[in-house]
């Protein structure tokens, strides 16, 4: 039987998240660092490139073959420069920052081969061929799977061209390709165990975020992190696009009772049953499930109306009222009831609070408590500010 994969489980050879969803995260979170990165080592490798031009000067002379290759030198200089400032403007500077290393090193990689094509030395450049792979495979940062084949089809290029030049003894050229072979490997490999290591590092790190802001019981967010001014964020989100947000208030019914009768633990697994239809009735991403009190949960919904908000909820009451809960092979029936609260905002409309929406919804769930328990008792901010 296969193992069941962690959330968080790396691709052995390619060093990526499975997850094509936490791989994009994890490189929206790097952009900053990968962009430095970029920068740095493509200043670098660009002056370097041109400082060699000096070495062409000095075995071929002033010619066309010199002038040729400083002017390949100053193209790629100029992809270097492009390179950075494209990363440097992009919404999503990783994944930019990986296309403009693929794109330098291959042309690198091209042009170091007419550098080698026209100088000759083939023994000299193997060895500089080598160095060039540990800078792809480490010192540039890119994905393990565009580094490898850029490396790969450089190394096999400079052997083909090495052989078809016929000036190095089969000898020699089983050494340099032996040579090429090992800076691949261990760049290969020196590349993979970083890429791994900055993954789990990431996962890690989200895992403790994660931990810090969930409520352990129910996974819903908990009330610290409402405190940290999401509900505020939303309205002002809101406020500025000009579209709706409705907050739900919901708590479940004679949970006391449910408690007294079932005990803590079928409590407890009540909890954890609902808030698990609340997160899975809403979006992903968008809408925020918190867990307000004991057994009362705050639903943020941006870009939803009345009606949306009012259907939802409803759709959310039948649900639980349908299936309850089920704890030790018993099941449990439950209920809950519900406050929604519904405002469309603009720029142009003040007063609306945090504190003064979640007080609607509160007062809307009680008064649904008062009337019976079971049901969604709704209203929209304008009814509000006309009562
Ligand atoms: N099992 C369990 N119970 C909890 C948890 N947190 C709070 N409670 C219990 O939830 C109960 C809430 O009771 P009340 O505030 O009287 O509300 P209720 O019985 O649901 O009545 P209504 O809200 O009026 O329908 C209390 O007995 C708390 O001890 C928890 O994490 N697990």
Redesign the pocket.
């Known amino acids: 039987m296969s193992k069941p994969q962690s959330a968080g489980a790396i691709l052995r050879w390619r060093g990526e998240f499975i997850s094509t969803s936490l791989e994009s995260a994890f490189l929206r979170d790097q952009g900053s660092v990968i962009q430095q990165e970029l920068t740095r080592s493509l200043s670098f490798c660009g002056i370097a490139y041109l400082i060699f031009a000096l070495a062409d000067m000095a075995h071929l002379g002033y010619g066309s073959q010199t002038l040729a290759l400083f002017i390949v030198r100053l193209a790629i200089a100029a992809v270097a420069v492009s390179g950075i400032v494209l990363t440097r403007c992009s919404a999503n500077p990783g994944n930019t920052a990986y296309r403009a290393a693929t794109v330098f090193t291959s042309l690198a990689m091209l042009s170091f081969l007419l550098v080698a094509y026209w100088r000759g030395e083939l023994l000299l450049h193997g060895m500089s061929m080598a160095i060039m792979l540990i800078i792809v495979y480490l010192f540039i940062p890119n994905r393990l799977v565009n580094a490898t084949l850029v490396a790969l089809s450089a190394s096999a290029a400079f052997l083909a061209l090495v052989y078809a030049q016929g000036m190095v003894s089969p000898r020699h050229l089983w050494t340099m390709a032996m040579l090429l072979l090992l800076a691949n490997l261990f760049g290969a490999a020196a590349a993979r165990r970083d890429a791994h290591s900055s993954r789990r590092q990431y996962w890690a790190q989200q895992h403790l975020i994660n931990q810090s802001v969930r409520d352990s019981?129910t996974g819903a967010f908990n009330r610290r992190h409402l405190n940290a001014g999401l509900l505020e964020r939303e309205i002002d989100r809101a406020r500025s696009r000009g579209t709706s947000l409705t907050i739900i208030m919901c708590?479940?019914?004679?949970?006391?009772?449910?408690?007294?009768t079932h005990g803590?633990?079928?409590?407890?697994t009540?909890?954890h049953d609902f808030a698990r239809l609340l997160l899975s009735m809403t979006r992903e991403g968008i809408d925020t499930v918190v867990r307000y009190?004991?057994?009362e949960f705050l639903l943020i919904l941006p870009d939803t109306d009345l009606a949306d908000g009012h259907a939802l909820a409803e759709s959310m009451r039948a649900r639980l009222a349908e299936s309850g809960s089920l704890h030790d092979q018993v099941r449990i029936g439950a209920t809950a009831?519900f406050g929604v609260v519904s405002v469309r905002l603009s720029p142009g409309l003040p007063g609306i609070t945090s504190k003064a929406l979640i007080a609607r919804a509160d007062q809307l769930m009680y008064a649904a408590?008062r009337s019976g328990?079971n049901r969604v008792h709704v209203t929209g901010w304008e009814a509000i500010n006309r009562a």
């Open positions: 019981l708590d479940l019914d004679s949970f006391k009772a449910i408690n007294d803590h633990q079928a409590g407890d009540l909890l009190g004991g057994e009831s408590k328990r």
